[in-house]
């Protein structure tokens, strides 16, 4: 489908309360739109939930569902099994969750989920911190990065810890589908929740949603922010179908600082600290490629 | 109707394939596990048509049956101890959804210090989780109470979850004579599942245990509160249907046993009940005036039940196998809350603890001190742990 394509019924509704330039938003607008009406999601406790599901208005149109926190993907299988007894078992579902609720508390139920195959497609919104609780730092949150618990103080400032990579914990399941995307390459966007629609099993895509709120940028710029990811090697676009690899985007290894340069949460790094993380950044580029040649066939 | 020999493990499994439950998730532990094999025996082998899923953990288990429930299917599962404290979390949003999830807790001892066997301790703090819980005393009666806590927690009138309690192994792992149901009975008895509320449904979209704010939250604890206090009479009327198809009458809300004339009565939970039972027939025979009240259900509490039960005893015990620490045992706690502002002595004796054994000369003690404060008016001690060491009787 291409994005002209795309209909123009919003499943995901005008009136939601997320804040302007939300990636996750974004995110799920369009998914949504992909995915179609024949859809159950569910969320745990996050900014999601919170901004299109306050009782008793909802922004979604299809059955929607929340838990707790740390069990989306075990309430997702929930669905399934039970749409399957109930004889639908045709029906997409869903489990979306932030990068806290998915790489952080989330992470045993999910791995139980891909490991035992289960159909049903799970979504990571990756904002890099626990933005509904006000921006705490999360497991993804990149190096360096200022969070309300990795303030900037006279004597440590800023995450000390790199990034979690969750989608190659994902490929380690062995899963039908492993794929990044964001909301900023909207049409490679578009293609992988049309494929992970189709095929049968466990799919996992985590889609880089920019927070303006809590990354401190522009709410003008949280597309241009995506571009910048990915061209810096700080977001890599690819895709795992059925164990072959694909790298959907090459960055044009622009130097980091221009990403950062954008976000108010990184103001205070230093020229060092700038260093390192342009360090990470260009090493896991390289072994994303080299990840990917291994995995082309 | 086939009578077999079997446990109380197989017993609750074979209520659940009878219930024709469509969805079970679960997760093994010491002395549950057996249940949950079993369970898979009978999928593996096309004997019940039902979704297994075998998660990761009681959480997981917990959160696939709310969510498996809350799209509309019936749904079991079982647990233990430090997998129902897993679990604890998600309790109360199966109740706060108003969904007829049904458990089978072996109820085993919490830790510290580790331990597997028998105890109440580990479903006490589930007590205010909204779920209704029952007390099994026989193998018989867990697998007639697995039926029994689905037509009760579906009834539109309650539409909440509910536990089934064996005591570990003394239920769990004791082969016992058992009428097993057959199908067509336990259809005539449990029609087809129909979901008491909204469900997910793509066709009919509804968002199920959404954020909820100040202006809503008061009515949705209130119709909670509403329906556990409307349980009893689903539980008297479901019991009744029971007894009328399968001639097992099990009690509603309590079982007692010569109660009537008593000068004393014990209150017990669980299988210490069949233990008192014989030891009021022996003194029965003595002339001593015993009487022995079977607390069935433990939420909803029978508190008018056994109010009426204590104005006319001359005194009151209760056996705990639980403790809330520094206070007394949580049944004793209850009875007091009962018995307020009646004069009849109380007494709370704790025992059996982590699977100590509860004989029947500790039952005997038991009334022999009932029947001194009934005849002096006089308790000697409120709370006595029975055959501590260093500790007075």
Not at chain 1, 93 to 120: F, H, K, P
Not at chain 1, 183 to 191: A, E, L, M, P, S
Request: neutral net charge; proline residues 5%; aromatic residues 8%.
């Amino acid at each position: 489908m291409k994005l002209k394509e795309m209909p123009d019924e919003e499943l995901f509704t005008r009136g939601h309360t997320a804040c302007a330039g939300c990636g996750a938003a974004i995110a799920a607008r369009n998914l949504i739109k992909v995915l179609g009406k024949d859809t159950v999601a569910v969320t745990p406790a996050c900014c999601l939930l919170i901004f299109s599901a306050t009782y008793p208005l909802a922004a979604w149109k299809i059955p929607f569902h929340h838990v707790a926190f740390e069990n989306t993907a075990a309430c997702a299988t929930g669905i399934k099994r039970a749409l399957k007894v109930r004889g639908k078992d045709d029906t997409t579902v869903m489990g979306i969750a932030g990068d806290g609720g998915t790489a952080d508390i989330g992470i045993q139920a999910l791995s139980g989920a891909a490991e035992r195959n289960e159909d049903i497609l799970y979504v990571m919104y990756d904002n890099e911190a626990y933005m509904n609780t006000g921006i705490q730092r999360s497991g993804s949150t990149p190096f360096g990065a200022w969070t309300t618990t990795t303030p900037v103080g006279k004597v440590k400032a800023g995450k000390a810890n790199f990034k979690k990579d969750m989608p190659q914990i994902m490929m380690a399941h062995n899963v039908p589908y492993v794929a990044t995307a964001s909301v900023g390459h909207i049409q490679d966007f578009i293609n992988k929740f049309e494929k992970a629609k189709k095929i049968k099993g466990f799919r996992y895509i985590q889609v880089y949603t920019p927070c303006p709120t809590g990354w401190r940028h522009d709410t003008s710029k949280t597309i241009e922010i995506c571009k910048l990811a990915v061209d810096t090697g700080m977001w890599t676009l690819y895709e795992s179908e059925n164990g072959k690899v694909t790298i959907n985007r090459k960055p044009k290894m622009t130097p980091v600082q221009e990403y950062l340069k954008l976000q108010g949460r990184f103001r205070h790094m230093t020229e060092a600290d700038i260093k390192k993380l342009q360090d990470w950044a260009t090493k896991k580029w390289q072994a994303d490629e080299k990840y990917a040649q291994c995995k082309s066939a | 109707m086939v009578k077999k020999v079997v446990t109380g493990n197989y017993a609750a499994a074979y209520g659940s394939m009878r219930a024709r439950v469509r969805c079970v998730a679960a997760y093994p532990i010491t002395p549950q596990t057996f249940i949950v094999e079993h369970i898979s025996e009978f999928v593996n082998n096309g004997e019940m048509d039902c979704e297994y899923v075998e998660v990761e953990s009681e959480h997981s288990a917990m959160s696939t049956c709310v969510s498996a429930s809350a799209t509309g299917v019936r749904t079991f599962t079982a647990t233990s101890s430090q997998g129902l404290a897993l679990m604890h979390e998600i309790l109360p949003i199966a109740s706060g959804m108003r969904l007829p999830v049904v458990m089978a807790v072996v109820n085993r001892a919490i830790a510290a210090p580790i331990n597997i066997w028998v105890e109440h301790n580990d479903i006490m703090p589930e007590r205010d989780s909204g779920w209704i819980q029952v007390f099994c005393d026989n193998n018989q009666e867990v697998h007639d109470m697995v039926l029994q806590a689905f037509k009760i927690a579906e009834d539109k009138r309650v539409a909440l979850p509910m536990t089934v309690g064996l005591d570990a192994f003394i239920l769990s792992h004791t082969v016992e004579p058992v009428d097993l149901m057959d199908q067509e009975a336990a259809d005539k008895f449990l029609p087809k599942y129909v979901p008491p509320g909204p469900i997910l449904d793509p066709d009919d979209p509804a968002v199920v245990g959404v954020f909820t704010p100040p202006e809503y939250m008061m009515e949705c604890r209130w119709n909670q509160d509403k329906a556990m206090r409307e349980a009893p009479k689903v539980i008297e009327e479901v019991n009744a249907a029971f007894a009328k198809q399968f001639g097992r009458n099990h009690g509603g809300m309590i079982d007692p046993y010569m109660v009537d004339d008593a000068d004393v009565v014990l209150i017990t939970l669980g299988t210490a009940s069949s233990t008192a039972h014989e030891v009021v027939d022996d003194m029965r025979k003595e002339g001593k005036k015993v009487g022995l009240v079977k607390l069935r259900f433990w939420r909803p509490y029978p508190t008018a039940q056994l109010r009426k039960i204590a104005e006319k005893a001359k005194a009151v015990g209760v056996f705990d196998r639980a403790v809330s620490y520094g206070v007394a045992g949580p049944s004793f706690i209850e009875l007091r809350n009962a018995a307020y502002g009646l004069t009849v002595p109380t007494m709370n004796f704790i025992g059996g603890l982590g699977g100590r054994d509860v004989s029947l000369a500790d039952i005997r003690f038991m009334y022999e001190r009932l029947l001194e404060a009934a005849k002096t008016g006089k308790i000697r001690r409120e709370i006595t742990w029975m055959g501590t060491r260093g500790v007075e009787q």
